[in-house]
């Protein structure tokens, strides 16, 4: 049986598993559409748009020819755009970034398959909505490990997201401040492949315990 060693923030940074350039960096605009559901070309124009774990950036560069305000954050940073009067690129980790305004529109294409603390990413997202913002992203429940998966998307869901099995999408609209009763353990990148075939990484979490509440 394997050992599971979890990686901290630093050494998941550093991951060929986290950097994976197998994965498609260089996907266009229709390609989010498909992958998240959404009419993009109706959604964007006077948009503002975030797009984390972007890639290439090709699709930036599409959305702000369409009249949308975009940014794009991506740990790699292999930008083949460049940067413009409404398209900014950033180069961090996710988590760790935090914008300095709202979104209209927030969306992870495949991302969080390599991020560690996904709950984090989640909960971090829901707070940088616009009133009527919109978040989708792709998200697999078996990329978390924690004592019960059904609890954790029950608890999602009570927090205003949305989960679909089938496609592995999550989402909200509008803004809210969440927090998840979930303590991060680490994230371990030998997990293996996930729905997509390409490796991915698996986050560890346990649940709070509330140790002035006997019935916790």
Known sequence: MRTTRLL?????DASPVVANIAMNRGRRLASYSRELGLNLAGLLPGASWLDLCCGEGHALAEAAMLGADVTGVDLVGHFAVPPGKNVELVVAAVPGWRPARKFDLVT???????VGDKLKFLADVAGWLTDHGRFAASFDVASVHTESRRKLLATLRSQGFVYDSRKKLISRTGPAA???PYEY?????????NYTGQPAVVSHYRVYVDCTNPDS
């Open 185 to 193: 353990l680490g994230a371990d990148d030998k997990a293996g492949p």
């Open 178 to 180: 969440i927090e998840l």
């Open 108 to 114: 992870a294409v495949h991302g969080l398959h390599y």
């Open 8 to 12: 901290g923030s630093a050494e998941l």
